[in-house]
């Protein structure tokens, strides 16, 4: 049975122009215009099962909005097949987009004039909602998001995180079976986003919407998803668990030790610690490669010598690790 999204050695090629520096070259640009073809995704594959939460991230330019675009049927792939509930998405755009919804960060749907209830009726017009569906959606996701005190103002008067609240009902009112989130916390603080990341999660849990995340936040994904999927200069790099990628990619350890007075720690044997660092006096932090290292070891000789009043055992953090795959530098060092 095939999945609820399915994409198969998906490729897409965009036509540049390509023109001399200066006036000279504009102006030769002008009569005698020249492209380049640059690829955008490179045979991309993956399949997303219905009621998944999925991180989909890259960085700039590596092919991810380009993606998401064939995704929602924006855009047609050069090659390659994509469906989604059985639509393929550019060919059947009139019926595809009421199954699905999309929250730009960026952009909003909302009429900018309007109060944010006129621009929820506008869309239930739009999308033909039933009265009763629209009426139990609406009165849900206000009690969800905690909306009753802005429906009536001029979305030109709300603060950036009540216009995202606004803007996520708006994708939803008409029930959609996908939703793509683009930076959906964007400029939001900490109190909108932890609400805005409940709202997502208790809705997923509830409605079992399939959703895709493309984000810069990290902690957008960390909370919400289960699964992480990377994309570099058009290719899949990574797909698989967000926990996973720690096992994979994570392979440096940090220990930090409080010793109960100043000391000078001499070279462990057999032990490669790649960096110890004096974070003030008697507080030192030991780095190493978690394959190369037997923790256990490591303190036993700490505590066996030294006298320690505290130790603490960190990870790394998912950010850090997403960074150095993007740079290049996790490729290397698992290769």
């Given amino acids: 049975m095939p999945s609820f999204i399915e994409v198969t050695d998906v490729s897409k090629t965009f036509k540049v122009s390509r023109r001399a520096k200066g006036v000279g070259g504009m102006i030769a640009n002008l009569f005698a215009p020249k492209f380049e073809k640059r690829r955008a995704v490179k045979d991309v594959s993956f399949s997303i099962e219905q009621g998944e939460m999925v991180g989909f991230i890259g960085p700039n330019g590596a092919g991810k909005s380009t993606t998401i675009k064939m995704l929602s049927g924006i855009l ?23 199954e699905i919804g999309v929250v730009f960060g960026q952009k909003s749907q909302l009429q900018w004039d309007l109060p944010v209830i006129d621009s929820f009726e506008l869309l239930r017009a739009i999308y033909r909602i039933p009265e009763d569906k629209y009426k139990k959606n609406l009165d849900r996701f206000i009690s969800m998001l905690d909306m009753g005190g802005f429906l009536n103002q001029p979305v030109r008067q709300l603060s950036l995180g009540q216009r995202m609240r606004a803007d996520i009902v708006a994708a939803l009112l008409h029930s959609p079976k996908v939703v793509f989130f683009d930076e959906p916390t964007i400029g939001v603080d900490v109190v909108g986003k932890e609400a805005i990341r409940n709202f997502i999660r208790e809705l997923n849990d509830t409605d079992h919407v399939t959703m895709i995340f493309t984000t810069h936040d990290m902690q957008d994904i960390e909370k919400t998803c289960k699964r992480l999927i990377i ?50 006096g008697r507080k030192q932090r030991f780095t190493f490669e978690n394959k190369n290292v037997q923790i256990n070891e490591l303190m036993n000789h700490l505590l066996t010598n030294y006298s320690v009043r505290d130790l603490n055992i960190s990870e790394p953090e998912i950010e850090s690790i997403i960074r150095k795959i993007y740079t290049g530098e996790e490729s290397a060092a698992v290769s």
């Fill in 76 to 98: 047609y792939p050069e090659s390659g097949e994509i469906k989604v509930d059985g639509f393929v998405p550019y060919k059947q755009r009139k019926d595809y987009v009421g």
């Fill in 231 to 280: 994309i570099d200069k058009g290719e899949k790099v990574y797909d698989g668990a967000l926990l996973g990628i720690r096992e994979r990619y994570g392979t440096t350890r940090q220990l930090d030790v409080e010793f109960d007075s100043r000391v000078d720690v001499a070279p462990i044997p057999h032990v490669d610690i790649k960096r110890l660092d004096e974070l003030d």
